[in-house]
């Protein structure tokens, strides 16, 4: 169910797959999303035609062209101690898999409801699931 | 209304035209939007600078690399009813137009509210509406 | 704290850059964005591999291929007369600093709450302030 966006400058596919890894593995580990659910969206932008622009040191943060943004979409329900979690994770896991320094990932959370996913064959999946049980 | 943003893997301009189609008719169709309420971006991925990384088979659903994600933002207010019929018709007009088979065809949607959005001119267009009225 | 996305249809890099711009300053002026809150994916999409599809006359707004779409993400709380200011003054920018005409200016906005940010190093920012004060 989540479904995530990630967007870097210059990555090669190797950097964007251990990004893609990186924030699978964090949200498997800290808020309990299956393995298998795993749906995101990974875009290098070569600085002409597609471009990050951003601060270098918004909230005393230090950050370079190696910024990494991901988005995540999601059901709400998750705790701001398990987000914590989430967002300490994924900084960890994008350094050990990508090289990504914990000051260049930037996070944000958009949140909706159970009606609003299909993964597929045209069923809303997790209204099925409730009226099954 | 809906902001749609739709995302394949190395889609040539006619599918992405195709899937797009599809998922405007399928909006006016069975959720009421105005067939001139029309805003997408399509993106196709070549798979290296760009990429989708997804679950084979998560929820028992059979994905390949025609797989489609689908984004919808709009205003809160439709029912599950109504989002279920709008996933299914989704589904069966990716097929339809675009040869995609509805196991291929990922749905999210995010919900905002009527002061959420401006359609040109620098006008919260809801709003005005409601104050004309 | 917003995130942003603009989307534009074959694009040079200055007028993605002139686009994203006055998006963050009508930010700073119309609802006090910290001018270092900066962070924006802006993609310019070729007709081909990507594009826009639009409608070109929906509400008697006349749009053609300058269009831009805006997507802004931020915490809610924003009044509907802070943000009606905010599209007034994004459609002002967008001509003085790239020539866009106000007409061609679409936007839609996201809302989240604190928890849902990490500009770094792990943390939700907005969530340590407030334990922190």
């Not at 593995?25 to 299956?34: E, N, S």
């Not at 298998?36 to 040191?57: E, I, K, M, N, W």
């Not at 950050?63 to 059901?75: A, E, N, P, Q």
């Not at 050990?96 to 930037?106: D, I, L």
Request: glycine share 10%.
């Amino acid at each position: 169910m989540p479904f995530v966006r990630i967007d870097a400058l210059r990555a090669g596919s190797d950097r964007l797959d251990a990004l893609g890894r990186a924030v699978h593995d964090a949200l498997v580990q800290t808020i309990a999303i299956p393995p298998g659910d795993l749906f995101q969206v990974l875009t290098s932008h070569d600085g002409a035609t597609g471009t990050l622009r951003y601060d270098p040191g918004f909230l005393g943060v230090h950050r370079d062209d190696d910024l990494v943004f991901v988005g995540i979409t999601m059901r709400s329900g998750r705790t701001a101690e398990r987000k914590q979690a989430l967002y300490r994770r994924i900084a960890e896991l994008a350094q050990e898999y990508a090289g990504t320094e914990p000051r260049n990932v930037f996070v944000s959370v958009t949140e909706n409801e159970s009606a609003d996913w299909s993964f597929g064959d045209g069923v809303a999946h997790y209204l099925q699931y409730v009226q099954n049980v």
